[in-house]
């Protein structure tokens, strides 16, 4: 099963047995919107990557109570932006090095979790039309930019990321859950490893940017994979 659902999430967890899911993932926001619509600077980047998304009214910064849900709904968790909550967290650290180089933006983001208490690194470059060649080459730049990932969602992470963070931390068959949808990354990374996925995002826009997203990668990757499969 992959499904998405446009609901907020505080909505749908109310409605998950405990311990339902083995893992999730979560970048929830940590600020609210409007009052921060220039945030993320000027409408369009020095090389021309477009900045002018629409800052949801609908977002909502997270509270103790919606950690206490994901804690209890799933085994383990990885949630981003951990630095930014009023909230006490277990000791594991994975830090995401967005090789960034001199951007004036951060050069880490950096997730909690309750899978270990040590702290785990994943270099993957992620700036503007600067994004990685691959997972395990995150740290050299894509040379055919035609290859790199569409940016749809202002806090867009790499697919590649999610692809990682899978490979580490879910099992076969596994039951993840992703409570801010956003872009789609970890839908379509939870896709390829064969996961079952369900994601949640209270935005419409968003929400229907991904599905649009989603349908298209799974067009390709079933593209692909018939080739292969013709070859073989």
Request: neutral net charge; hydrophobic residues 35%.
């Amino acid at each position: 099963m992959n499904s998405a659902y446009n609901i907020d999430c505080m909505e749908a967890m109310q409605r998950i047995p405990d311990k339902w899911f083995d893992l999730a993932v979560a970048d929830p926001p940590y600020f609210s919107g409007p009052e921060r619509r220039g945030y993320y600077g000027n409408k369009i980047s020095p090389i021309g990557v477009l900045r002018d998304y629409p800052v949801s009214p609908v977002w909502k910064v997270p509270a103790e109570d919606y950690f206490k849900e994901l804690e209890r709904v799933c085994k383990y968790y990885i949630v981003f932006g951990c630095n930014y909550f009023d909230f006490r967290f277990p000791p594991g650290r994975i830090v995401w090095d967005k090789c960034n180089g001199n951007s004036s933006f951060s050069d880490c983001e950096i997730a909690a979790t309750n899978c270990h208490n040590s702290v785990r690194l994943f270099r993957y470059m992620w700036n503007g039309m600067m994004q990685g060649k691959s997972v395990s080459e995150g740290y050299i730049q894509q040379g055919n930019k035609a290859l790199n990932e569409k940016r749809i969602h202002p806090t867009q992470k790499p697919a590649a990321l999610y692809t990682w963070l899978f490979s580490r931390y879910a099992k076969p068959g596994g039951k993840i859950l992703d409570t801010h949808l956003g872009s789609g990354s970890s839908r379509i990374a939870a896709y390829e490893a064969g996961l079952d996925f369900i994601g949640f995002e209270i935005d419409p826009h968003y929400f229907a940017a991904q599905e649009q997203r989603f349908s298209e990668h799974i067009a390709q990757f079933s593209l692909f994979c018939g080739i292969d499969d013709a070859e073989m």
